[in-house]
């Protein structure tokens, strides 16, 4: 039987909308529930109470390993900007996660998420506020992160750290080489479906022969400064720094007056273009072009570095990680103000004269098995070698260090 023209058009409308797919639809990260707090274990066994302590007092400076009460479920990926690589990299990384471990809610930062989120047939959580009433801080990310991978170099790792700065407790991070040095990444991404592997399944029970090892974890310390209020800024909350913290002229032509106190006892009274005061960590970064000395990761340490001092005797130091130092703006600056940078991102706030900044290094704290502070990152390796493994073969590597002028430098 012939069906009547308006009849037909009724059921073709009918059927379009009964079978056409919504378009995922960007979710608020409150609604996931709370991070999965793992424990970190080492050779020596778990102390009664707290206490700080070192990395180095591990045996033979071995790395921590990664261990899960439950699986992780909530991650967060970062990206380096303006990168295609890097975008085709997170896009792949995110279809394997949501197809292999279907569980697992996946986290972007808000222009990345509206971004990327037509490439991804799957819910995305973010951080975007709906509307101006909503606000959000570092401390909800702290509460709901489990895992953070990155894709980038070693600015798509401080960037990472830095939504952390204000908590002792960051979650574990994965990073993978995608960036111009890559000193602090060590996984190329073609090992990423492995390397992800490694780090969901680590548990806390000791691993078979035939079973992958743990994910093996090198805690970074951070550095922790204040800066004390003037008449035009408030204190600043005790924050962290994974590399350094300079305080520098910017873009004043004059060099500037600082005032350094190490311990509560006065050090110096310097006129250069500024001070840096970085972490081992940090000592391959700014503090390393300035002439100051490389620091291993494991040694809980602070380097005080002057940029361009007048003095040909103002010298790099090596300080205790739990020293504090204080750096003063003299009133003999001829600029009122000058420049503050936090892991290479310039503060809005400078200092101004007579404010102080105080730096000390972070206590990494340790109750039973679990561990409060410094920055966990997912290391590269079996999980049975030495702390110092991707070290050498980065300063050998990307850094050449001591490569003759005009050489290659081939490795015996």
């Not at 037909?8 to 529930?33: A, E, M, N, V």
């Not at 489990?146 to 952390?164: C, E, K, P």
């Not at 000058?338 to 105080?358: L, N, P, Q």
């Amino acid at each position: 039987m012939k069906v009547p023209r308006r009849k037909l058009l009724t059921t073709q409308w009918q059927r379009y909308f009964s079978y056409s797919c919504l378009r995922p639809q960007l979710k608020d990260i409150r609604h996931l529930p709370d991070r999965t707090h793992p424990t970190y274990h080492g050779t020596s066994p778990p102390p009664k109470k707290i206490i700080i302590l070192t990395l180095t007092e591990t045996k033979n400076n071995d790395f921590l390993s990664l261990n899960w009460p439950s699986p992780p479920k909530n991650i967060l990926l970062l990206k380096k900007d303006y990168s295609p690589a890097t975008t085709a990299s997170l896009i792949e990384f995110a279809k394997h996660i949501h197809t292999t471990y279907p569980s697992i809610s996946l986290i972007l930062e808000p222009p990345d998420a509206s971004t990327l989120q037509p490439h991804l047939p799957f819910p995305i959580y973010t951080f975007l506020p709906p509307d101006s009433t909503t606000t959000y801080t570092t401390t909800t990310l702290a509460e709901k992160v489990d895992l953070t991978t990155t894709f980038g170099g070693d600015g798509t790792i401080l960037h990472a750290s830095s939504l952390f700065a204000s908590t002792p407790h960051v979650p574990p991070i994965l990073s993978f080489n995608l960036g111009t040095l890559g000193f602090l990444s060590e996984w190329k991404f073609s090992e990423h479906q492995r390397a992800f592997h490694n780090v969901w399944s680590s548990r806390s029970h000791s691993p078979s022969p035939s079973e992958i090892p743990p994910a093996r974890i090198l805690l970074r310390n951070r550095l922790r400064y204040t800066i004390s209020p003037s008449p035009i800024h408030p204190a600043t909350p005790p924050t962290y720094a994974l590399n350094e913290l300079a305080l520098h002229r910017g873009r004043s032509p004059h060099l500037i007056h600082i005032s350094t106190t190490i311990n509560g006892r006065h050090l110096t009274s310097s006129i250069s273009d500024g001070i840096i005061i970085s972490t081992p960590t940090g000592s391959t970064a700014y503090s390393l072009s300035s002439g100051g000395s490389i620091v291993h990761p494991l040694v809980h340490s602070l380097l005080l570095t002057p940029i361009c001092p007048r003095s040909l005797s103002f010298r790099p130091l090596v300080l205790p990680g739990n020293t504090p130092v204080t750096l003063r703006l003299g009133e003999r600056n001829r600029a009122r103000e000058v420049e503050v940078s936090v892991d290479g991102v310039r503060r809005r706030e400078g200092v101004g004269v007579g404010m102080e900044v105080s730096v000390c290094g972070e206590e990494l704290k340790r109750e039973g098995l679990r561990w409060w502070g410094g920055v966990p990152c997912v290391m590269r390796g079996e999980g049975r070698g030495v702390g110092d493994e991707g070290w050498v073969g980065g300063l050998n590597g990307l850094l050449k260090f001591n490569l003759p002028f005009g050489e290659e430098g081939q490795g015996e």
